[in-house]
């Protein structure tokens, strides 16, 4: 039977966005949110912004309450598996652009929505080749500043408050705080790292093609 025979249209839209991008350590999340016609200044009344002028412990909170309200999908791409990813494709924004993909799919599953909003990070017609059946159907906006749309900011914020989520385990599971960003901090932290457990030992906590990886054996 058909997607559209089982979940006639919906009114509203799709808005996705990442968190770990910029981040040496920790994973890539890409996170959506489908929010229907209407509910867009509920959002804004709630504080949906977006997730890089919201406080850690805020998107926390934002996520929570974003999960309970409206549907949503997250892929969260572990270091590791992250790499293995970009060694396969070695473009980010095509790395990026099956993130995106995957998890516009899933809400699709859920819901028989006509539009996604991402923002712009390169070209559209990667995303448009890595989805599928259901995602084939839809159209797929890009645009600057897409924070600024309400799906979008619900999605930064979903996407940030997993990927702080996931940096705290894998610092435990490291036995050091794994910082976020790529600053001089980060690659402190990365030389300690090693120090600890040998150069391998990157590829288990950080996005390896940063230059920060090249500073860090420097540095030994």
Same mark, same amino acid.
């Given at each position: 039977m058909?997607?559209?025979a089982?979940?006639p249209p919906?009114?509203?839209h !799709?808005g996705?966005? #990442?968190?770990?991008?910029?981040?040496?350590f920790?994973?890539?999340? %890409?996170a959506?949110? &489908?929010?229907?016609e209407?509910q867009?200044? *509920?959002l804004?009344e709630?504080g949906?912004?977006?997730? /890089?002028k919201?406080s850690?412990?805020?998107?926390r #909170?934002m996520?929570?309450?974003?999960?309970?309200?409206y549907?949503?999908a997250?892929?969260?791409?572990?270091?590791e598996?992250?790499?293995e990813?970009?060694?396969?494709?070695r473009?980010l924004?095509r790395?990026?652009?099956?993130?995106?993909?995957?998890?516009i799919?899933n809400?699709? *599953?859920?819901?028989?929505c006509r539009v996604? !909003?991402?923002d712009q990070f390169?070209?559209k017609?990667?995303?448009?080749?890595?989805?599928m /059946?259901?995602?084939?159907?839809?159209?797929?906006?890009q645009?600057? /500043?897409?924070e #600024?749309?309400?799906?979008?900011a619900a999605a930064?914020?979903?996407?940030?408050?997993?990927?702080?989520k996931?940096l705290?385990?894998?610092?435990l599971d490291?036995?050091i705080?794994?910082p976020k960003?790529?600053?001089?901090? %980060?690659?402190?932290?990365?030389v300690?790292?090693?120090?600890l457990?040998g150069?391998d030992?990157?590829?288990k906590?950080a996005?390896?093609? &940063?230059?920060?990886?090249n500073?860090?054996?420097?540095?030994?």
């Amino acid at each position: 039977m058909e997607q559209t025979a089982l979940f006639p249209p919906e009114k509203g839209h !799709i808005g996705t966005d #990442e968190s770990g991008k910029g981040d040496y350590f920790g994973p890539l999340v %890409v996170a959506g949110v &489908f929010v229907p016609e209407g509910q867009e200044e *509920a959002l804004r009344e709630l504080g949906a912004k977006d997730s /890089k002028k919201t406080s850690d412990n805020r998107a926390r #909170e934002m996520a929570e309450i974003i999960k309970l309200g409206y549907k949503h999908a997250v892929v969260a791409i572990g270091p590791e598996r992250y790499n293995e990813l970009y060694g396969r494709l070695r473009n980010l924004n095509r790395l990026l652009a099956w993130g995106h993909a995957r998890v516009i799919e899933n809400i699709l *599953a859920e819901v028989n929505c006509r539009v996604a !909003i991402t923002d712009q990070f390169g070209d559209k017609s990667f995303i448009l080749n890595a989805l599928m /059946k259901k995602g084939k159907a839809i159209e797929l906006v890009q645009r600057t /500043k897409a924070e #600024e749309d309400m799906a979008v900011a619900a999605a930064s914020l979903l996407a940030r408050a997993e990927f702080l989520k996931r940096l705290h385990f894998l610092s435990l599971d490291a036995g050091i705080d794994l910082p976020k960003g790529a600053s001089t901090l %980060v690659e402190e932290a990365a030389v300690k790292l090693v120090r600890l457990q040998g150069p391998d030992i990157l590829n288990k906590y950080a996005k390896m093609h &940063f230059k920060t990886t090249n500073k860090v054996l420097a540095a030994l």
